[in-house]
Structure formats: structure tokens, C-alpha cells
């Protein structure tokens, strides 16, 4: 049986969270660990997650969807952040030399995800906050624990 990495995140520091705290759902381990690390950082004056919501025409269908970011945070200086949680390899071009359907597939999906990301940084720069991808590079950075 297949485990999975989803499922309800059960808010501990309340105050710090900005939105629901009874609706926080993690999609991955990674977001788990980032979800523990933003209530334990006393430089987070607060934070959610899949509260901030941003319209993106996507090059893929020409249609307008919604971006719903991993995270929202806010310093206790006052600088803002919205982060997409990415595996390092999904933040890059899919290589291949043969057009298989797998190729195919990972192409429609970066070209999605930089349609999301172009709307995410334009969201964030007239609002005066800092769009970052955060791949298991970055959460090591920062000390956060990556869990395989």
C-alpha cells in the first residue's frame, strides 16, 4: 500500500496564523516541515497557507485559473513572502531527446506552473512582497528537515 503525504495540519500557535487554522491541509511532507518551522520561528509574525489566491491565464489553454500558493508569511519587520514548495527538478525544463508521452506530459506542466509563476511574481511586486520557489535546496538552507 501506498503511503501518502497529505492531510490535515493541526495549527498549535493560533495567533500566528493568519485565516483558518481548522482548514490547514499539507500536500507533501515538505510543507509539513515548513508549516512546523513558520510556528516555531519567532521572526514569522505570521503566516498561512492556501489563503492567498491568484488568477493566471495559462499558456497551456489560454483560459484563466486560480493559483492557490503554498505559503503567506510575514516577518516581524514587515517583509511579506509568498512561497510555491517545488522539487528542485520540477523547477527546471524537462530534458529529453525523444518526444515520449512522459516529456509531453512535463512540458505541459512547466509550461503550466511558469504561467503561475509569472502571475505570482507580478501579484507579489505590486504589493510590495517577495515570490520565492523553495526547493529542498532552499529548505535546507533555512534548517528545515527534508523527509523523503
Not at 498549535?12 to 511532507?29: A, F
Not at 523547477?91 to 503550466?112: A, D, G, N, Q, V
Not at 504589493?127 to 523527509?147: C, H, P, Y
Request: proline share 3%; with cysteine; charged share 35%.
Amino acid at each position: 500500500m501506498r503511503k501518502t503525504y497529505k492531510g490535515k495540519y493541526k495549527v498549535k500557535n493560533i495567533t500566528k496564523y493568519k485565516g483558518d487554522p481548522t482548514k490547514v491541509v499539507y500536500r507533501s511532507l515538505w510543507e509539513r516541515q515548513v508549516f512546523r518551522w513558520l510556528e516555531k520561528n519567532r521572526s514569522i509574525a505570521q503566516w498561512s497557507s492556501e489563503e492567498v489566491v491568484i488568477p493566471y491565464l495559462c499558456e497551456t489553454d489560454r483560459k484563466v485559473h486560480r493559483y492557490f500558493m503554498d505559503i503567506f508569511f510575514e516577518t516581524v519587520d514587515g517583509k511579506r513572502y509568498i512561497i510555491e514548495i517545488k522539487p528542485k527538478v520540477q523547477t527546471e525544463p524537462p530534458k529529453s531527446k525523444k518526444k515520449t508521452k512522459r516529456f509531453l506530459t512535463e512540458s505541459i506542466t512547466y509550461t503550466k506552473n511558469i504561467s503561475k509563476w509569472k502571475a505570482a511574481k507580478k501579484y507579489a511586486d505590486e504589493r510590495n512582497m517577495k515570490f520565492e520557489i523553495w526547493t529542498e535546496d532552499t529548505l535546507k538552507a533555512l534548517g528545515i528537515k527534508v523527509l523523503a
